[in-house]
């Protein structure tokens, strides 16, 4: 499994962080193309890293606009950007917005000029796309004291950022701010501690550029792999676990939201049937999910059942290599076969939805078109 970690020394920038994500092979002209399409306005691409107060790094986009966070959600509203995509950028937004006490329909975030900027957010959360992570291992911290002025304080602004994540900071009196709110919020949004690697190696790395005197500072980037080869017959990735306990809910409430999360892309949920204080009865309600999903998911269970509070961590999980074909019946009906592999042996398990299809239009008994579907899954049609 590949994992992305980052550190940084110093001043910790947009800027800074996107060289570092460029280093690590994000296509310059890919992140162009797709920043095009959100904002509907040119970008130029520098052939020379050269500051710019329009632009992130060597992107540039010529625009005096300042938006709200309903302006932002209208740029995001182009069915060309991955969900995703479209996703994080305006996690980042609200954070920045609601950290700096602004209502939603009023302008505060330059579209382009400056560090922090809806232009740099974008330019971020497409270069983690393209190299296809949806989040990031974040060591230790640095932060300074802050300094004050007139007006809002900015280290106002970036500690309720980062009082929203569970990232460990370490404090030093008498320093500037070594984190900005760009950065302060793809580190919150993308972000969790790196804790312990374990046996790991480095498969690539890259600094970010660091600006000079009292500016400087550094980003590290690293993506790290497994110490042994994984066999190819043998996946593995993280999964999110949501669970909660509840004793006045009915049986079709919960059936009726176990189908609205997996309609909402849970990989699997359950119930189980337990006992809580005092004898009552109840179930347990499990789902497991992918990280992106963990918030959708969490939001339905508290509104389709009687749920006032959730457990959930992560677990890893081993899955075998499946792939999906479709077998014809003798009667001419179409059959969907999950096909898994484990040590050269091949299992094929017939999909129910397109079983009971076949069950309902013939009138035929379900382990009848299962047997029928799997024998010719499996080459055993023959035995029919």
């Known amino acids: 499994m590949r994992e992305l970690y980052i550190q940084g020394k110093g001043k910790i920038n947009c800027e800074r962080i996107l060289s570092a994500l460029l280093g690590l092979g994000a296509d310059p002209e890919k992140i162009r193309d797709r920043l095009e399409k959100l904002f509907f306005l040119p970008v130029r691409l520098e052939p020379e890293k050269q500051p710019h107060k329009n632009g992130i790094g060597p992107f540039v986009l010529s625009s005096k606009e300042t938006v709200s966070l309903k302006q932002a959600e209208q740029y995001l509203e182009n069915p060309e950007i991955e969900n995703r995509v479209k996703e994080k950028i305006l996690k980042m937004t609200a954070l920045i917005c609601r950290a700096a006490d602004t209502p939603e329909d009023q302008p505060f975030l330059p579209l382009a000029v400056g560090e922090t900027s809806l232009f740099s957010l974008a330019a971020l959360a497409v270069s983690m796309e393209l190299l296809g992570f949806s989040g990031c291992r974040v060591c230790q911290l640095e932060e300074g004291l802050g300094t004050g002025g007139e007006g809002l304080i900015p280290s106002k602004e970036i500690l309720e950022i980062l009082g929203k994540t569970s990232l460990l900071i370490n404090f030093s009196a008498g320093q500037d701010e070594n984190l900005t709110p760009g950065s302060a919020a793809f580190l919150a949004v993308y972000g969790e501690p790196a804790g312990k690697t374990g046996g790991k190696r480095i498969a690539a790395w890259s600094l970010g550029a660091s600006g000079e005197g009292k500016e400087q500072g550094t980003v590290r980037a690293m993506v ?115 096909i898994c592999t484990h040590h050269g042996q091949k299992f094929c398990y017939p999909e129910y939805d397109t079983v009971r299809k076949v069950c309902e239009e013939t009138g035929r008994p379900y382990r009848s078109v299962y047997d029928e579907a799997a024998a010719l899954a499996g080459g055993f049609d023959h035995d029919i």
């Not at 792999?225 to 994984?230: F, L």
């Not at 999964?239 to 919960?254: A, P, R, W």
């Not at 939001?299 to 009687?306: Q, S």
């Open 224 to 338: 790290l792999e497994e110490e042994k080869e994984v066999p190819e017959e043998m996946e593995r990735d993280q999964v999110q676990v949501l669970e909660t306990n509840v004793d006045d809910c009915s049986g079709e409430q919960l059936g009726y939201a176990i189908d609205r999360l997996m309609k909402a892309g849970a990989l699997d949920a359950s119930c189980f049937p337990i006992f809580m204080k005092k004898g009552r009865p109840a179930y347990m309600l499990q789902v497991i999910c992918k990280k992106e999903n963990r918030e959708k998911l969490e939001d339905i269970i508290f509104c389709e059942t009687t749920s006032i509070g959730l457990r959930r961590y992560e677990e890893n999980r081993r899955i075998l290599p499946r792939s999906f074909e479709e077998v014809t019946l003798g009667d001419g009906h179409k059959v969907k076969i999950k």
